[in-house]
């Protein structure tokens, strides 16, 4: 019996973790977080009852009332995205990785960085989002720009793998 084996060739990763690259994954992970979440249904709650208190306050004269509502809707709308994005700069500046290469092999057995091996099944999902990917494992993400591809095709094949083996949600 004659069996042809295939031989898959490992796909490189490489990019610069830098501030442009922080700022675009926190966009896009803050963004794909709050749209896929329950939360965002909570605070549509939250927003509701912040308005009704406006409205409440406004006819009813109570200032207490209406400065209460105003600061619960910017917290909402403005401080919390800010204070989350805050916390994000300083662990980016934190960062042992801050300012450095990053590179990635990946094979159909999984992922390796700086000999450290992650097999699939220890992935958790592979997302697109618009040109980047983000890779969620042990509960943290992590950002892969378009620019960490050496082509277009090596993209497609990342892609093409991660759905493969059951890791990747559009």
Do not use: C
């Amino acid at each position: 019996m004659n069996r042809q084996m295939t031989t898959f060739k490992p796909i490189k990763i490489s990019y610069l973790w830098d501030r442009k690259n922080f700022e675009n994954s926190f966009e896009n992970a803050y963004k794909y977080q709050f749209q896929h979440s329950a939360k965002r249904y909570i605070g549509w709650f939250f927003v509701a009852l912040a308005q009704f208190g406006v409205v409440a306050a406004l006819k009813g004269g109570s200032v207490a009332l209406l400065m209460f509502s105003t600061l619960l809707l910017f917290y909402w709308y403005v401080g919390k995205k800010w204070l989350v994005k805050r916390r994000a700069k300083a662990q980016f500046e934190n960062s042992p990785f801050k300012d450095k290469n990053i590179e990635i092999t990946v094979n159909e057995k999984g992922l390796e960085q700086n000999g450290l091996f992650t097999p699939w099944e220890q992935i958790e999902g592979v997302v697109g989002m618009g040109d980047a990917i983000m890779l969620y494992q042990d509960g943290k993400s992590y950002y892969i720009p378009e620019n960490g591809f050496a082509s277009v095709e090596e993209k497609s094949r990342f892609k093409a793998l991660a759905k493969e083996k059951g890791k990747f949600y559009a």
